[in-house]
């Protein structure tokens, strides 16, 4: 049994009256690998789940890391989570925006392997993004007043709300006339 990674050849022989008789031949690649999958993406909670599944490891998988950091700031907020290996094979973490100075935008997820001889691997990367949510909605325009109603909803954001500003401005001039509603 092989553990190691790197390319195999494959030559297959056949014995036909004491004589090994080649038949034909394959190579194959072994490599480590994993796919990153990110679900439960919550904005309202600051958080996001990673899960790591289709797992080739022959060297013997000890630990399997996913450092994580916004793409703001570079690595200043970086952390590596220990994925846990659940019932069905995969491993998964939950990220905590709380554990990146809360911050919004693009995350960058990267998947390490540790080995039980100790060495570790980078395997592959994705990334997601993490933004306040909200919907806005023109209501009762009335085009001879010049006037409409906003209505605001489904306001969420990973740290606690104090109030919702919103600017409104004509195009004609930019924003020389804006004014903030709250």
Not at 4 to 24: C, E, F, S
Not at 50 to 55: A, E, G, K, P, R
Not at 73 to 78: A, L, S, V, W, Y
Not at 172 to 182: A, M, N, Y
């Amino acid at each position: 049994k092989h553990r190691d990674y790197g390319k195999y050849n494959i030559h297959t022989y056949v014995n036909r009256n004491g004589k090994m008789v080649y038949l034909n031949e394959i190579a194959v690649d072994v490599k480590a690998s994993g796919t990153i999958t990110i679900s439960n993406v919550d904005s309202q909670t600051g958080s996001f789940d990673v899960t790591i599944s289709n797992i080739t490891a022959p060297r013997g998988l000890t630990k399997v890391y996913v450092p994580t950091w916004t793409e703001a700031g570079g690595q200043d907020d970086i952390r590596w989570y220990v994925a846990n290996r659940q019932a069905n094979g995969t491993y998964k973490t939950t990220v905590q925006t709380s554990n990146h100075k809360n911050g919004l935008g693009v995350y960058q997820v990267h998947l390490y392997y540790e080995y039980s001889n100790g060495q570790i691997e980078g395997i592959a990367t994705t990334q997601t993004s993490l933004s306040n949510q909200g919907s806005i909605k023109v209501s009762n325009l009335n085009q001879q007043a010049g006037s409409f109603d906003l209505i605001i909803s489904n306001v969420s954001a990973i740290t606690s709300i104090k109030s919702v500003k919103v600017p409104v401005w004509t195009e004609v001039g930019g924003q020389d006339d804006i004014h903030w509603h709250t």
